[in-house]
Protein backbone atom coordinates (compact mmCIF):
# COMPACT_ATOMS: atom_id res chain seq x y z
CA UNK A 1 0.00 0.00 0.00
CA UNK A 2 1.39 3.70 -0.65
CA UNK A 3 0.76 4.67 2.89
CA UNK A 4 -1.33 4.55 5.99
CA UNK A 5 -4.72 4.96 4.38
CA UNK A 6 -4.47 2.09 2.47
CA UNK A 7 -6.40 3.52 -0.85
CA UNK A 8 -3.56 2.73 -3.22
CA UNK A 9 -1.77 -0.01 -3.89
CA UNK A 10 1.30 -0.89 -6.41
CA UNK A 11 0.98 -2.64 -9.25
CA UNK A 12 3.55 -2.77 -11.98
CA UNK A 13 5.15 0.34 -10.83
CA UNK A 14 1.80 1.85 -11.03
CA UNK A 15 -0.07 3.37 -8.21
CA UNK A 16 -4.16 1.50 -8.02
CA UNK A 17 -6.83 3.06 -6.64
CA UNK A 18 -8.26 0.53 -3.87
CA UNK A 19 -12.26 -0.29 -4.52
CA UNK A 20 -14.04 0.15 -1.07
CA UNK A 21 -17.76 -1.45 -1.10
CA UNK A 22 -20.09 -1.32 2.04
CA UNK A 23 -21.71 -4.31 3.00
CA UNK A 24 -25.37 -3.68 4.49
CA UNK A 25 -26.43 -6.23 6.97
CA UNK A 26 -29.78 -6.40 8.18
CA UNK A 27 -29.70 -7.97 11.99
CA UNK A 28 -33.10 -9.37 13.14
CA UNK A 29 -33.79 -7.23 16.64
CA UNK A 30 -30.53 -5.45 16.41
CA UNK A 31 -28.79 -2.20 14.55
CA UNK A 32 -28.20 -2.69 11.18
CA UNK A 33 -24.31 -3.53 10.62
CA UNK A 34 -22.15 -2.44 7.66
CA UNK A 35 -19.08 -4.04 6.48
CA UNK A 36 -16.15 -2.27 4.75
CA UNK A 37 -14.87 -4.52 1.80
CA UNK A 38 -11.53 -3.25 -0.38
CA UNK A 39 -10.82 -4.59 -3.57
CA UNK A 40 -8.03 -4.83 -5.47
CA UNK A 41 -7.97 -5.94 -9.31
CA UNK A 42 -7.12 -9.37 -7.44
CA UNK A 43 -9.59 -9.24 -5.04
CA UNK A 44 -10.94 -8.58 -1.90
CA UNK A 45 -7.96 -8.05 0.73
CA UNK A 46 -9.41 -10.55 3.34
CA UNK A 47 -7.13 -9.47 6.32
CA UNK A 48 -7.53 -5.64 6.81
CA UNK A 49 -5.77 -4.36 9.53
CA UNK A 50 -8.58 -1.33 9.85
CA UNK A 51 -10.97 -4.37 11.04
CA UNK A 52 -9.04 -7.15 12.36
CA UNK A 53 -5.61 -5.52 13.12
CA UNK A 54 -2.18 -6.25 12.39
CA UNK A 55 -0.87 -9.90 11.36
CA UNK A 56 1.37 -11.88 9.00
CA UNK A 57 -2.11 -11.72 6.98
CA UNK A 58 -2.71 -8.28 6.59
CA UNK A 59 -3.54 -6.78 3.58
CA UNK A 60 -3.45 -9.58 1.36
CA UNK A 61 -5.63 -9.56 -1.71
CA UNK A 62 -7.44 -12.94 -3.05
CA UNK A 63 -8.04 -14.26 -5.90
CA UNK A 64 -10.78 -16.59 -6.40
CA UNK A 65 -12.29 -18.33 -9.36
CA UNK A 66 -15.94 -18.50 -7.54
CA UNK A 67 -16.11 -15.02 -7.40
CA UNK A 68 -15.64 -14.93 -11.38
CA UNK A 69 -19.13 -15.40 -13.59
CA UNK A 70 -19.61 -18.53 -14.67
CA UNK A 71 -22.75 -21.11 -15.94
CA UNK A 72 -23.54 -23.50 -13.12
CA UNK A 73 -27.12 -23.32 -13.63
CA UNK A 74 -26.69 -24.47 -17.43
CA UNK A 75 -24.57 -27.70 -15.99
CA UNK A 76 -27.42 -28.64 -13.79
CA UNK A 77 -30.18 -27.71 -16.16
CA UNK A 78 -29.07 -29.39 -19.34
CA UNK A 79 -27.66 -32.91 -17.11
CA UNK A 80 -31.30 -33.19 -15.96
CA UNK A 81 -32.03 -33.53 -19.59
CA UNK A 82 -29.08 -35.02 -20.72
CA UNK A 83 -29.58 -38.54 -22.91
CA UNK A 84 -25.87 -40.06 -23.54
CA UNK A 85 -22.48 -39.07 -22.80
CA UNK A 86 -22.11 -36.42 -25.21
CA UNK A 87 -24.80 -34.34 -23.27
CA UNK A 88 -23.02 -35.21 -19.69
CA UNK A 89 -19.85 -33.55 -21.38
CA UNK A 90 -21.57 -30.73 -23.18
CA UNK A 91 -23.24 -30.06 -20.09
CA UNK A 92 -19.94 -29.66 -18.14
CA UNK A 93 -18.33 -27.42 -20.59
CA UNK A 94 -20.73 -24.78 -18.35
CA UNK A 95 -19.58 -25.51 -14.73
CA UNK A 96 -16.68 -22.98 -13.11
CA UNK A 97 -16.37 -23.54 -9.66
CA UNK A 98 -16.41 -25.24 -7.20
CA UNK A 99 -14.45 -27.66 -9.07
CA UNK A 100 -16.23 -31.08 -9.05
CA UNK A 101 -15.88 -34.86 -9.72
CA UNK A 102 -18.34 -35.47 -12.31
CA UNK A 103 -19.52 -39.48 -12.64
CA UNK A 104 -21.34 -41.04 -15.46
CA UNK A 105 -22.96 -44.47 -16.01
CA UNK A 106 -25.61 -44.98 -18.90
CA UNK A 107 -27.45 -48.16 -19.61
CA UNK A 108 -25.51 -48.49 -22.91
CA UNK A 109 -22.73 -49.40 -20.47
CA UNK A 110 -20.33 -46.41 -20.56
CA UNK A 111 -18.73 -45.20 -17.08
CA UNK A 112 -16.64 -41.78 -16.86
CA UNK A 113 -15.15 -39.09 -14.84
CA UNK A 114 -14.50 -35.90 -15.41
CA UNK A 115 -12.99 -33.32 -12.89
CA UNK A 116 -14.72 -30.38 -13.78
CA UNK A 117 -13.64 -26.58 -12.74
CA UNK A 118 -12.06 -23.56 -14.20
CA UNK A 119 -8.38 -24.11 -13.52
CA UNK A 120 -5.45 -21.48 -13.85
CA UNK A 121 -1.92 -22.84 -15.28
CA UNK A 122 0.41 -22.88 -13.13
CA UNK A 123 3.76 -22.95 -12.85
CA UNK A 124 6.35 -25.40 -10.64
CA UNK A 125 5.52 -25.01 -6.93
CA UNK A 126 2.84 -22.14 -7.86
CA UNK A 127 -0.29 -22.26 -5.60
CA UNK A 128 2.28 -23.64 -2.40
CA UNK A 129 3.32 -20.03 -1.45
CA UNK A 130 2.38 -16.37 -1.44
CA UNK A 131 2.68 -14.36 -4.98
CA UNK A 132 4.08 -10.50 -5.09
CA UNK A 133 0.59 -9.23 -5.66
CA UNK A 134 2.41 -6.26 -7.21
CA UNK A 135 3.96 -7.94 -9.97
CA UNK A 136 1.28 -8.96 -13.21
CA UNK A 137 3.86 -11.46 -13.97
CA UNK A 138 2.70 -13.54 -11.19
CA UNK A 139 -0.73 -13.53 -11.72
CA UNK A 140 -2.83 -15.96 -13.47
CA UNK A 141 -1.90 -15.88 -17.26
CA UNK A 142 -4.48 -18.75 -18.79
CA UNK A 143 -6.59 -21.28 -17.90
CA UNK A 144 -6.17 -25.07 -18.75
CA UNK A 145 -8.99 -25.77 -21.57
CA UNK A 146 -11.71 -28.12 -20.68
CA UNK A 147 -11.04 -30.61 -22.84
CA UNK A 148 -8.00 -30.98 -21.40
CA UNK A 149 -9.33 -30.96 -18.13
CA UNK A 150 -8.64 -34.76 -15.92
CA UNK A 151 -11.05 -37.10 -17.46
CA UNK A 152 -11.62 -40.94 -17.94
CA UNK A 153 -13.79 -43.10 -20.50
CA UNK A 154 -14.00 -46.56 -20.18
CA UNK A 155 -10.46 -47.56 -18.46
CA UNK A 156 -9.35 -51.23 -18.85
CA UNK A 157 -10.07 -51.76 -15.09
CA UNK A 158 -13.64 -51.45 -15.18
CA UNK A 159 -14.70 -48.81 -12.99
CA UNK A 160 -13.93 -45.22 -12.43
CA UNK A 161 -13.19 -43.85 -8.37
CA UNK A 162 -12.97 -40.89 -6.83
CA UNK A 163 -11.84 -39.98 -2.92
CA UNK A 164 -10.03 -36.80 -3.19
CA UNK A 165 -7.19 -38.31 -4.11
CA UNK A 166 -4.69 -36.85 -6.47
CA UNK A 167 -6.37 -36.46 -9.74
CA UNK A 168 -3.96 -37.86 -12.31
CA UNK A 169 -0.42 -39.45 -12.99
CA UNK A 170 2.76 -38.23 -14.18
CA UNK A 171 1.96 -37.88 -18.06
CA UNK A 172 -0.52 -34.94 -16.90
CA UNK A 173 1.18 -32.02 -18.63
CA UNK A 174 -0.13 -29.25 -16.03
CA UNK A 175 0.83 -28.82 -12.78
CA UNK A 176 -1.48 -30.11 -9.72
CA UNK A 177 -1.37 -28.82 -6.22
CA UNK A 178 -3.54 -29.01 -3.36
CA UNK A 179 -3.41 -28.30 0.48
CA UNK A 180 -3.94 -31.99 1.15
CA UNK A 181 -4.36 -35.04 -1.37
CA UNK A 182 -6.51 -37.76 0.08
CA UNK A 183 -3.81 -40.62 -0.03
CA UNK A 184 -5.56 -43.87 1.64
CA UNK A 185 -9.24 -44.50 1.29
CA UNK A 186 -9.15 -44.08 -3.09
CA UNK A 187 -6.67 -46.73 -2.94
CA UNK A 188 -9.21 -49.03 -0.33
CA UNK A 189 -11.59 -48.13 -2.90
CA UNK A 190 -9.45 -49.46 -5.96
CA UNK A 191 -8.33 -52.45 -3.81
CA UNK A 192 -11.91 -53.80 -3.43
CA UNK A 193 -13.22 -52.82 -6.30
CA UNK A 194 -10.42 -54.89 -8.64
CA UNK A 195 -11.41 -58.08 -6.37
CA UNK A 196 -14.82 -57.85 -8.21
CA UNK A 197 -15.54 -59.68 -11.12
CA UNK A 198 -19.12 -58.46 -10.88
CA UNK A 199 -20.20 -56.07 -8.47
CA UNK A 200 -23.35 -56.53 -7.20
CA UNK A 201 -26.07 -53.81 -5.56
CA UNK A 202 -24.68 -55.65 -2.11
CA UNK A 203 -21.32 -55.15 -2.79
CA UNK A 204 -21.38 -51.39 -3.57
CA UNK A 205 -23.22 -51.04 -0.31
CA UNK A 206 -21.00 -52.81 2.03
CA UNK A 207 -17.97 -50.83 -0.42
CA UNK A 208 -19.81 -47.87 1.44
CA UNK A 209 -20.04 -48.56 4.50
CA UNK A 210 -16.70 -50.17 4.58
CA UNK A 211 -14.25 -49.41 7.74
CA UNK A 212 -11.14 -51.04 6.90
CA UNK A 213 -8.22 -48.13 7.19
CA UNK A 214 -5.25 -48.92 4.79
CA UNK A 215 -3.25 -46.20 6.94
CA UNK A 216 -3.45 -48.03 9.95
CA UNK A 217 -2.37 -51.45 7.96
CA UNK A 218 0.21 -49.52 6.46
CA UNK A 219 1.85 -48.05 9.59
CA UNK A 220 1.08 -49.95 12.48
CA UNK A 221 3.24 -52.72 11.94
CA UNK A 222 6.29 -50.08 11.48
CA UNK A 223 5.36 -48.43 14.53
CA UNK A 224 4.65 -51.52 17.06
CA UNK A 225 8.69 -52.82 15.48
CA UNK A 226 9.92 -49.60 17.37
CA UNK A 227 8.41 -50.20 20.57
CA UNK A 228 10.70 -52.28 22.92
CA UNK A 229 7.93 -54.28 24.33
CA UNK A 230 10.51 -55.17 27.85
CA UNK A 231 9.93 -52.05 28.88
CA UNK A 232 6.40 -51.68 28.83
CA UNK A 233 4.07 -51.38 31.91
CA UNK A 234 0.82 -53.91 32.57
CA UNK A 235 -1.39 -51.49 30.85
CA UNK A 236 0.19 -50.67 27.65
CA UNK A 237 1.17 -54.56 27.20
CA UNK A 238 -2.31 -54.43 26.78
CA UNK A 239 -2.56 -52.16 24.62
CA UNK A 240 0.47 -53.70 22.62
CA UNK A 241 -1.56 -57.04 22.65
CA UNK A 242 -4.84 -55.22 21.00
CA UNK A 243 -3.04 -53.34 18.45
CA UNK A 244 -0.65 -56.23 17.59
CA UNK A 245 -3.64 -58.58 16.72
CA UNK A 246 -5.69 -55.92 15.40
CA UNK A 247 -7.43 -56.52 11.88
CA UNK A 248 -6.92 -52.62 11.32
CA UNK A 249 -11.53 -51.91 10.91
CA UNK A 250 -12.55 -49.05 12.78
CA UNK A 251 -15.78 -50.89 13.86
CA UNK A 252 -18.30 -50.01 16.86
CA UNK A 253 -16.76 -52.23 19.15
CA UNK A 254 -13.14 -52.07 18.17
CA UNK A 255 -10.97 -50.63 21.12
CA UNK A 256 -7.68 -51.15 19.42
CA UNK A 257 -9.02 -48.45 16.84
CA UNK A 258 -9.33 -45.97 20.02
CA UNK A 259 -5.60 -46.76 20.70
CA UNK A 260 -4.52 -46.23 17.69
CA UNK A 261 -5.61 -43.04 17.46
CA UNK A 262 -4.75 -41.83 20.68
CA UNK A 263 -1.01 -43.04 19.46
CA UNK A 264 -1.14 -41.69 15.97
CA UNK A 265 -2.50 -38.12 17.40
CA UNK A 266 0.47 -38.34 19.81
CA UNK A 267 2.74 -38.94 16.96
CA UNK A 268 1.91 -36.01 14.60
CA UNK A 269 1.83 -33.39 17.73
CA UNK A 270 5.58 -35.06 18.64
CA UNK A 271 6.77 -35.07 15.28
CA UNK A 272 5.61 -31.52 14.10
CA UNK A 273 5.67 -29.38 17.30
CA UNK A 274 8.23 -27.02 15.51
CA UNK A 275 5.19 -26.03 13.00
CA UNK A 276 2.62 -26.05 15.44
CA UNK A 277 4.34 -23.64 18.03
CA UNK A 278 5.38 -21.09 15.41
CA UNK A 279 3.67 -18.17 15.19
CA UNK A 280 3.04 -18.32 11.14
CA UNK A 281 0.39 -20.17 10.02
CA UNK A 282 1.89 -23.52 8.76
CA UNK A 283 0.43 -26.40 7.59
CA UNK A 284 1.62 -29.49 8.35
CA UNK A 285 2.67 -32.47 6.84
CA UNK A 286 0.38 -34.96 5.65
CA UNK A 287 0.12 -38.36 7.35
CA UNK A 288 1.04 -39.90 4.78
CA UNK A 289 4.54 -37.81 3.97
CA UNK A 290 4.92 -38.03 8.30
CA UNK A 291 4.82 -42.13 7.89
CA UNK A 292 7.03 -42.28 5.11
CA UNK A 293 9.89 -39.65 7.03
CA UNK A 294 9.83 -42.12 9.56
CA UNK A 295 9.93 -45.37 8.06
CA UNK A 296 13.02 -43.81 5.60
CA UNK A 297 15.26 -40.58 7.07
CA UNK A 298 14.39 -41.57 10.98
CA UNK A 299 16.70 -39.29 12.00
CA UNK A 300 15.25 -36.44 10.43
CA UNK A 301 15.67 -33.18 12.38
CA UNK A 302 11.77 -32.41 12.83
CA UNK A 303 11.91 -35.71 15.44
CA UNK A 304 13.92 -33.83 17.70
CA UNK A 305 11.06 -32.79 20.21
CA UNK A 306 11.03 -29.28 21.60
CA UNK A 307 11.78 -28.39 25.02
CA UNK A 308 13.83 -31.52 26.18
CA UNK A 309 17.85 -31.43 26.04
CA UNK A 310 17.96 -34.75 24.49
CA UNK A 311 17.87 -34.95 20.58
CA UNK A 312 15.38 -37.51 19.40
CA UNK A 313 14.73 -39.82 16.58
CA UNK A 314 11.42 -41.07 15.57
CA UNK A 315 11.93 -44.22 17.80
CA UNK A 316 11.93 -42.01 20.67
CA UNK A 317 9.15 -39.92 19.60
CA UNK A 318 6.86 -43.90 18.79
CA UNK A 319 7.83 -44.86 22.01
CA UNK A 320 6.83 -41.86 23.91
CA UNK A 321 3.88 -40.60 21.62
CA UNK A 322 2.37 -44.82 22.86
CA UNK A 323 3.11 -44.02 26.26
CA UNK A 324 1.09 -40.94 26.02
CA UNK A 325 -1.54 -42.28 23.92
CA UNK A 326 -1.95 -45.04 26.00
CA UNK A 327 -2.42 -42.43 28.96
CA UNK A 328 -5.20 -40.74 27.35
CA UNK A 329 -6.92 -43.18 26.77
CA UNK A 330 -6.42 -44.79 30.21
CA UNK A 331 -7.93 -40.83 31.76
CA UNK A 332 -10.75 -41.39 29.10
CA UNK A 333 -11.72 -44.97 30.48
CA UNK A 334 -11.52 -43.14 34.03
CA UNK A 335 -13.95 -40.14 33.11
CA UNK A 336 -16.54 -42.48 31.33
CA UNK A 337 -16.10 -45.49 33.25
CA UNK A 338 -16.55 -47.78 30.65
CA UNK A 339 -14.68 -49.13 27.98
CA UNK A 340 -13.10 -47.39 25.01
CA UNK A 341 -15.17 -48.74 22.57
CA UNK A 342 -14.34 -46.96 18.91
CA UNK A 343 -18.00 -45.52 18.68
CA UNK A 344 -17.58 -44.27 22.04
CA UNK A 345 -14.04 -43.11 22.00
CA UNK A 346 -14.90 -41.08 18.68
CA UNK A 347 -18.78 -40.18 19.57
CA UNK A 348 -19.70 -39.40 16.05
CA UNK A 349 -21.65 -35.70 16.13
CA UNK A 350 -24.17 -35.14 14.13
CA UNK A 351 -24.68 -31.14 14.42
CA UNK A 352 -27.35 -29.00 13.14
CA UNK A 353 -26.40 -25.85 11.00
CA UNK A 354 -27.46 -23.43 14.33
CA UNK A 355 -24.90 -25.18 16.36
CA UNK A 356 -27.45 -25.54 18.72
CA UNK A 357 -26.97 -28.96 21.05
CA UNK A 358 -30.67 -29.53 21.99
CA UNK A 359 -31.11 -29.79 17.79
CA UNK A 360 -27.81 -32.17 16.80
CA UNK A 361 -27.24 -35.51 17.98
CA UNK A 362 -24.98 -38.08 19.20
CA UNK A 363 -25.05 -41.20 17.08
CA UNK A 364 -23.08 -44.66 17.30
CA UNK A 365 -21.13 -45.08 14.63
CA UNK A 366 -17.94 -46.87 13.45
CA UNK A 367 -15.99 -45.47 10.42
CA UNK A 368 -12.86 -43.25 10.31
CA UNK A 369 -11.98 -40.11 8.01
CA UNK A 370 -9.09 -42.34 6.26
CA UNK A 371 -11.38 -45.05 5.77
CA UNK A 372 -14.17 -45.37 2.90
CA UNK A 373 -17.17 -44.92 5.67
CA UNK A 374 -15.10 -41.65 6.43
CA UNK A 375 -17.15 -40.52 9.77
CA UNK A 376 -15.21 -38.79 11.99
CA UNK A 377 -16.87 -37.26 15.04
CA UNK A 378 -18.21 -34.34 13.78
CA UNK A 379 -17.75 -34.99 9.82
CA UNK A 380 -18.22 -38.25 7.81
CA UNK A 381 -21.14 -39.01 4.48
CA UNK A 382 -24.16 -37.20 4.37
CA UNK A 383 -25.40 -39.05 2.07
CA UNK A 384 -24.87 -42.37 0.53
CA UNK A 385 -26.77 -43.54 -2.74
CA UNK A 386 -26.07 -46.46 -4.81
CA UNK A 387 -27.92 -46.46 -8.69
CA UNK A 388 -28.58 -49.96 -10.90
CA UNK A 389 -28.61 -48.89 -14.27
CA UNK A 390 -30.71 -51.60 -15.94
CA UNK A 391 -32.24 -51.09 -18.94
CA UNK A 392 -35.60 -52.65 -17.93
CA UNK A 393 -35.96 -49.39 -15.14
CA UNK A 394 -32.91 -48.07 -12.78
CA UNK A 395 -33.24 -48.80 -9.61
CA UNK A 396 -31.65 -46.60 -6.98
CA UNK A 397 -30.98 -47.05 -3.36
CA UNK A 398 -29.98 -44.23 -0.66
CA UNK A 399 -29.92 -42.71 3.01
CA UNK A 400 -28.51 -39.47 4.85
CA UNK A 401 -28.36 -38.98 8.52
CA UNK A 402 -31.52 -37.07 9.21
CA UNK A 403 -34.79 -37.18 8.58
CA UNK A 404 -37.56 -35.77 5.80
CA UNK A 405 -38.82 -32.90 8.53
CA UNK A 406 -37.17 -30.10 9.62
CA UNK A 407 -39.13 -29.96 12.46
CA UNK A 408 -37.60 -31.20 15.81
CA UNK A 409 -40.89 -32.01 16.82
CA UNK A 410 -41.38 -34.47 14.17
CA UNK A 411 -41.54 -38.18 14.24
CA UNK A 412 -39.48 -37.96 10.80
CA UNK A 413 -36.97 -35.15 11.99
CA UNK A 414 -33.61 -37.44 12.77
CA UNK A 415 -35.62 -41.17 11.94
CA UNK A 416 -33.34 -42.40 9.16
CA UNK A 417 -30.00 -41.35 11.62
CA UNK A 418 -30.23 -45.12 13.27
CA UNK A 419 -30.63 -46.26 9.60
CA UNK A 420 -27.54 -44.66 8.71
CA UNK A 421 -25.19 -45.41 11.57
CA UNK A 422 -25.57 -49.28 10.72
CA UNK A 423 -25.42 -49.10 6.63
CA UNK A 424 -28.66 -49.60 5.58
CA UNK A 425 -30.72 -48.10 2.91
CA UNK A 426 -33.98 -47.25 1.32
CA UNK A 427 -35.46 -47.87 -2.21
CA UNK A 428 -35.76 -44.33 -3.88
CA UNK A 429 -38.80 -44.41 -5.77
CA UNK A 430 -38.66 -42.43 -9.62
CA UNK A 431 -41.29 -39.81 -9.23
CA UNK A 432 -44.77 -41.02 -10.74
CA UNK A 433 -47.97 -38.82 -9.63
CA UNK A 434 -50.15 -41.97 -8.76
CA UNK A 435 -47.17 -43.38 -6.37
CA UNK A 436 -46.83 -39.85 -4.53
CA UNK A 437 -50.45 -39.91 -4.09
CA UNK A 438 -51.36 -43.35 -3.08
CA UNK A 439 -47.83 -43.28 -0.46
CA UNK A 440 -48.89 -39.84 0.74
CA UNK A 441 -49.24 -39.14 4.67
CA UNK A 442 -50.16 -35.71 4.58
CA UNK A 443 -50.60 -32.95 2.19
CA UNK A 444 -49.87 -29.23 2.65
CA UNK A 445 -51.42 -26.21 0.13
CA UNK A 446 -50.15 -22.68 -0.17
CA UNK A 447 -51.91 -20.23 -1.44
CA UNK A 448 -51.14 -16.26 -1.71
CA UNK A 449 -52.82 -14.28 0.82
CA UNK A 450 -56.12 -12.75 -0.20
CA UNK A 451 -55.56 -8.61 -1.44
Known amino acids: MKDATNKEYLSDGKWKPVKTVVEHIKVKGASDFYDTVRYTHHGPIVYDPQFHGEDEKSLYAFRWIAHEPAEEIVTFYKLNKAKNYDDYMEALNHFGSPAQNFAFASVQGDIAMRIQGRYPVRRQQEGRFVLDGTKTAYEWQAFIPNEQNVMYKNPARGFVSSANQYPADATYPYYVTAVNFEAYRNRRINQVLSRLDSATVRDMMNLQFDTYNLKAAESVPLFLSHLDTTALNETETKAWQLLKSWDFYY ?7 SYHEAWWRAINT ?13 ETPTAFTTIKLIKEQPNLSFFDVQGTAEKETATDVIRRAFREGVQT ?14 ADYKDTYIGHLLRQEPLSVHVEHGGHGDAVNASSRTHGPSWRMVVSLEKEGVQ ?3 IYPGGQSGNPGSPFYNNMIAYWAKGAYFKLPFYRADRVAASAITTLTLKPASE
Open 251 to 257: HTDSEAA
Open 270 to 282: LTWDEMRDSKMAL
Open 329 to 342: VEKWKAEKGKAPRW
Open 396 to 398: AWG
